[in-house]
């Protein structure tokens, strides 16, 4: 297989939170959606998830014709993916799951077609394993909420085809998201381990009573987030180097850093600090509701994007031009 289809018509299995997102992220950039999901009442949830979230998507950018009316749904698993270009999977995290889905959707969807999951923690060497085509499958991992978050996760499986890695990362692209290549399999990806060994030492310094669940959430948010939703820590390293840059960086500063490696800590996380913790949270989040919250997160990081988007070339284009005027993979 060297070449796939040019993506006219996606078909979404599973749509809880992360599948409903990653509906209104596709509806956002102009193409035709199928959405399928076992339970009795996922069409209604669907629909009001990507009624709540269009103005968000909407802030980022719609492509042309883009519209909710474009969303279809069937429970009908065969249906859904019958005449799909691109398939993206967010169903629970059970291998045995998976692969049965996996190899069900295979047998279902034209033979051109990509499916693409967006597990985050079983490989997709795993995922494949019943596939009778199993070089057109790949994983496609998003960070939440995607249709807000541009970063998503590529890595194939042993048998997936380079072609396939090719297109997905084009395809992606094309569609306004950051999509990076793994080179490798391992569990969690890139960002959630990246995102753990952070949150392991925060719940370490809660723990042993140096900052409350408040404070812990502004050191991060208001310090180095704030850099991190800028630059990553390679190039933030590279500005902290001075007039000698990132050499200079790592010939001075980066021992002292690999030194203190050895006081980071690992926390033992007892009944005491998850109720700690939750304490703290709900504290922290007063009177504001998880719709509330996310609402607020959800703009501030469309601002932040936007505000990326005039000033770094190499990001997402904040608006797709659409299935019908895109480039072929």
Not at 190 to 208: G, T
Not at 295 to 316: C, F, K, N, Q, Y
């Amino acid at each position: 297989m060297n070449t796939h289809t040019p993506v006219h018509r996606v078909a979404i299995v599973g749509t809880g939170t992360i599948g409903a997102s990653w509906a209104t992220h596709y509806l956002a950039r102009g193409f035709d959606v199928t959405a399928t999901d076992p339970s009795p009442t996922a069409e209604t949830a669907l629909r009001s998830y990507v009624e709540a979230a269009w103005d968000a998507a909407a802030s980022i950018g719609l492509a042309p014709g883009a519209s909710p009316d474009r969303l279809s749904f069937t429970a009908d698993l065969p249906r859904a993916v019958a005449d799909a270009d691109f398939v993206q999977e967010n169903a629970p995290e059970r291998p045995e799951l998976k692969v049965k889905l996996f190899a069900d959707i295979d047998d279902a969807t034209p033979p051109d077609a990509i499916i693409a999951s967006s597990s985050s923690g079983i490989t997709m060497s795993a995922i494949q394993a019943e596939c009778r085509r199993p070089e057109r499958t790949v994983i496609g991992h998003p960070f939440n909420p995607p249709h807000v978050v541009p970063l998503v996760e590529v890595v194939g499986g042993t048998r997936t085809a380079p072609e396939t890695i090719r297109d997905v990362m084009s395809f992606y692209a094309a569609i306004g998201k950051k999509p990076i290549h793994l080179k490798k399999e391992l569990p969690g990806h890139v960002a959630n381990r990246i995102q753990a060994a952070l949150y392991r030492e925060v719940v370490y310094l809660v723990q042993e009573g140096v900052l409350d669940v408040a404070d812990s959430d502004d050191a991060v948010s208001w310090g180095p987030g704030l850099r991190w939703g800028v630059m990553g820590p390679h190039l933030l390293w590279h500005l902290g180097g001075g007039e000698g840059g990132i050499q200079h960086f790592m010939d001075t500063l980066m021992p002292r850093m690999v030194a203190s490696w050895e006081e980071l800590g690992t926390p033992r996380f007892t009944p005491e600090l998850k109720e700690q913790i939750v304490n703290g949270v709900l504290e922290e989040a007063g009177s504001h509701s998880v719709n509330d919250l996310a609402a607020r997160r959800d703009a501030m990081l469309s601002a932040l994007l936007a505000v990326r988007a005039r000033h770094d070339p190499s990001g997402p284009p904040s608006a797709a031009t659409g299935p019908e005027t895109k480039e072929e993979p």
